[in-house]
């Protein structure tokens, strides 16, 4: 569930910045967008409204024909050609009547693995685009399909919601949520969208195919300035879901010395890739430096959540080479054999001065005698 982001307008803005939206989708809860608590029961999100001095708690939940069953997504499996029903429940908690736009859209993940969809105002082109919200007393239709309605405080809206499956539809996962969008009284300097929804795990059915990629690896040598420690090589790849369904990735990625010396390994994992999507990733490996290294990325794709295990694709491979020259372990090489050579030199320096000495001792005391010594007579 992504929680949604607070935007708070405390004043007449002069500058009107066009588009700045609070993208909040959660898969089931409530949204705060004024003081006061949501009822027991319903986790509250909190959210500005552009309205100032009101407050709106609403939530979008899967429900029945009745209403509200539980459930925290919608989820169906629906062959090419066929249509599944299905319904939303739009509740409004707020002392205050409050409107709202109502839309479905394709499903998105943020760089930080959160699901959301499309901008409002951005078309769908995928799950999107094969759901239709039904009629509901009281709405106004809109061009796009979206629906506009007003809710009274504490009162529910069932929205029927139908996803028609084209016949051409690819097998594979479709993502999509449902949303409702607060529309504020008057037009404001600053637009803010606060939106939370329901999301739709759409399946079709066919030949289905779980395969994540690691491409573009390349890495960087970070030594270590303690000697006693090993550097860092941090190992940096592009992941791709080629896969036709949602899919984790369980990365290992080892790095080691000429000729495999010295290996070691960490791991990375991505909770959620949609089919098609790219994501950056890092993974920072310990490494004792032996000039040159080779690092491996090694990928595998894992199920998410509540998700059928499907085939998978054999464990995807890639690697980089980076010089990892030690330099910190060879300035202390080069330290300690400076000192073994000055330690040598002074060592050979204080003998021979010893000897110098000891000979000039035997010298003088060898002179000593001599001097000493009677003259023989003649």
């Known amino acids: 569930m992504t929680r949604?982001?607070?935007?708070?307008?405390?004043?007449?803005?002069?500058?009107?910045v066009a588009g700045l939206v609070a993208l909040q989708l959660l898969t089931a809860g409530a949204a705060t967008a004024t003081a006061g608590a949501a009822p027991e029961g319903v986790e509250e999100q909190a959210a500005t409204a552009p309205d100032e001095g009101r407050r709106t708690t609403w939530t979008v939940r899967p429900a029945g024909a009745d209403g509200p069953d539980g459930r925290t997504s919608l989820r169906h499996a629906v062959e090419p050609g066929q249509s599944v029903a299905d319904h939303v429940a739009v509740t409004s908690f707020g002392p205050d009547a409050a409107v709202f736009r109502l839309y479905a859209s394709d499903g998105v993940t943020g760089p930080d693995g959160a699901f959301d969809i499309l901008p409002g105002g951005q078309?769908?082109?995928?799950?999107?685009?094969?759901?239709?919200l039904g009629d509901v007393p009281g709405a106004t239709r809109e061009d796009d399909g979206s629906l506009t309605v007003e809710?009274?405080?504490?009162?529910?809206?069932?929205?029927?919601?139908?996803?028609?499956?084209?016949?051409?539809?690819?097998?594979?996962?479709?993502p999509a949520g449902v949303v409702a969008q607060v529309v504020p009284s008057t037009p404001q300097a600053v637009e803010v969208a606060s939106r939370v929804g329901v999301r739709l795990h759409l399946r079709v059915p066919g030949e289905l195919l779980a395969r994540v990629e690691a491409r573009d690896v390349h890495a960087t040598w970070q030594p270590s300035w303690n000697p006693l420690a090993a550097g860092t090589v941090v190992v940096g790849y592009t992941l791709?879901?080629?896969?036709?369904?949602?899919?984790?990735?369980?990365?290992?990625?080892?790095?080691?010395g000429p000729l495999g010396a010295l290996p070691s390994q960490a791991r990375g994992a991505e909770r959620e890739l949609l089919p098609g999507q790219v994501r950056q990733a890092e993974v920072r490996v310990?490494?004792?430096?032996?000039l040159r290294a080779r690092a491996t990325?090694?990928?595998?794709?894992?199920?998410?959540g509540d998700d059928e295990q499907v085939a998978s694709a054999p464990t995807a491979r890639a690697q980089a080479v980076v010089w990892a020259v030690p330099w910190t372990q060879a300035l202390l090489v080069v330290l300690v054999a400076l000192v073994v050579v000055v330690r040598v030199r002074w060592r050979r320096t204080s003998e021979r001065r010893?000897?110098?000495?000891?000979?000039?001792?035997?010298?003088?005391?060898?002179?000593s005698r001599r001097a000493s010594a009677p003259t023989p007579a003649p």
């Open 4 to 16: 949604p982001r607070t935007r708070t307008r405390t004043g007449p803005r002069t500058l009107v």
């Open 123 to 132: 078309a769908p082109t995928d799950g999107g685009a094969w759901v239709a």
């Open 151 to 174: 809710l009274a405080p504490v009162a529910t809206l069932l929205v029927p919601v139908t996803v028609a499956v084209p016949a051409d539809a690819t097998p594979g996962d479709h």
């Open 240 to 256: 791709h879901n080629t896969g036709n369904v949602r899919a984790g990735a369980d990365a290992r990625v080892s790095a080691a």
């Open 286 to 290: 310990p490494l004792w430096g032996l």
């Open 297 to 304: 990325v090694s990928v595998a794709a894992t199920p998410v």
């Open 354 to 367: 010893v000897q110098e000495r000891i000979d000039a001792a035997v010298a003088a005391a060898t002179a």
